[in-house]
């Protein structure tokens, strides 16, 4: 039943990571490294709709970060079109929806952090033309449009240029999301939107409290707006101890959110970071958790997108109905990505 139901329903993953991977490649071994790596966990795991974000990672910031953000667009797009029989890169709703009905996998582009923005909002349209569809404005640090959750304790709120940049952002049609952002930061972006929110990948802070989590009220606010909070499933992000990085906790996180910003306010948001990393490791690269967390923990059988029927499996022994796990598989994200990507304000 749990295998049926998972093939049969639209799941959508709101972070992975893996343009990471394939730039790590030449440029003439993208489409096929994707084709040959991922293409088949992203079909084993059952994914319809896969959003691709684009992070820099510090070895390229700040002189090199919008250069290698246009690199990795252009990745996204070079590997779309390398494997047009399987993956279409989706910049509306409408979009989605067709390639989903021809059976390929929806691909829609992010920015985390947006680095190489700095203050320039007004390449915010340029980025807008080149297809990226979501985009937050922190990780864990500071940056010049806002701080990152890792910075709480400045009690900060946007800088002005991060304030038009979220005006810029929801004129266009493009998701803002709130995942790594201060606390504070997002109370401010509370106060302004005029669109729907997203959390890509984050978890309960509730049930671990850590900076990287949203507080109940968060919850209950990003949900207000029409938003979703996709649930994170990095072990050190659901639980204190690695005697419980299970399943069961993760489905604790999304039980949880559930019952605070309502069923249809909740997703999925992996975050597979061993996966990533074991492609980006040496020789192509040096790669290091922050705050000494344990970069390769996983969640049992979920390393990769591959394990996602594990997490249909689960919902289903904790009592979720078919309707509902088919609202967190996918179907809430493609209701809020039909009414959302690519349309002004």
């Excluded at 920015?111 to 203050?119: I, K, R």
């Excluded at 909002?121 to 569809?133: C, F, M």
């Excluded at 949880?256 to 249809?264: F, N, P, Q, Y």
């Amino acid at each position: 039943m749990s295998a049926d139901l998972h093939r049969d329903a639209v799941v959508a993953d709101t972070h992975n990571d893996l343009l990471m991977a394939v730039t790590a490649r030449p440029p003439h071994r993208w489409a096929s490294f994707f084709r040959e790596r991922w293409l088949p966990q992203l079909h084993d795991g059952g994914v319809n709709l896969q959003v691709l974000p684009v992070f820099i990672d510090d070895r390229h910031r700040p002189e090199g970060a919008l250069r290698e953000t246009l690199r990795m667009i252009e990745c996204a797009h070079t590997l779309a079109e390398g494997n047009p029989d399987h993956v279409h890169l989706c910049q509306t709703g409408d979009q989605i929806d067709h390639t989903l009905a021809d059976g390929k996998i929806a691909l829609v582009l992010a920015l985390e952090s947006a680095p190489g923005l700095d203050t320039n909002v007004e390449l915010i349209p340029t980025l807008h033309r080149l297809g990226v569809r979501i985009a937050s404005i922190a990780h864990w640090g500071r940056t010049p449009l806002a701080d990152g959750s890792g910075q709480d304790a400045t009690a900060s709120r946007l800088t002005t240029a991060g304030v038009e940049t979220l005006h810029q952002m929801q004129r266009l049609g493009i998701l803002f999301d709130v995942s790594h952002l201060s606390a504070t930061g997002v109370d401010h972006v509370l106060e302004l939107t005029t669109r729907p929110l997203i959390a890509t990948h984050s978890s309960a802070r509730a049930l671990r409290d850590h900076h990287r989590n949203l507080t109940d009220d968060h919850l209950r606010a990003i949900a207000a707006t029409g938003g979703l909070i996709c649930v994170n499933f990095f072990p050190p992000f659901l639980a204190d101890t690695p005697d419980d990085y299970t399943l069961d906790r993760l489905v604790d996180h999304i039980t949880h959110i559930a019952g605070i910003a309502g069923i249809d306010h909740v997703g999925l948001g992996p975050d597979f970071v061993r996966e990533v990393l074991h492609d980006t490791t040496p020789p192509c690269c040096e790669q290091a958790a922050p705050e000494g967390l344990d970069a390769t923990a996983t969640l049992p059988g979920l390393a990769g997108p591959a394990g996602l029927p594990l997490v249909t499996e689960t919902l289903l022994k904790h009592g979720f109905s078919d309707e509902e796990i088919v609202k967190i598989l996918g179907d809430n994200v493609l209701r809020l990505f039909r009414s959302e990507l690519g349309r002004p304000a």
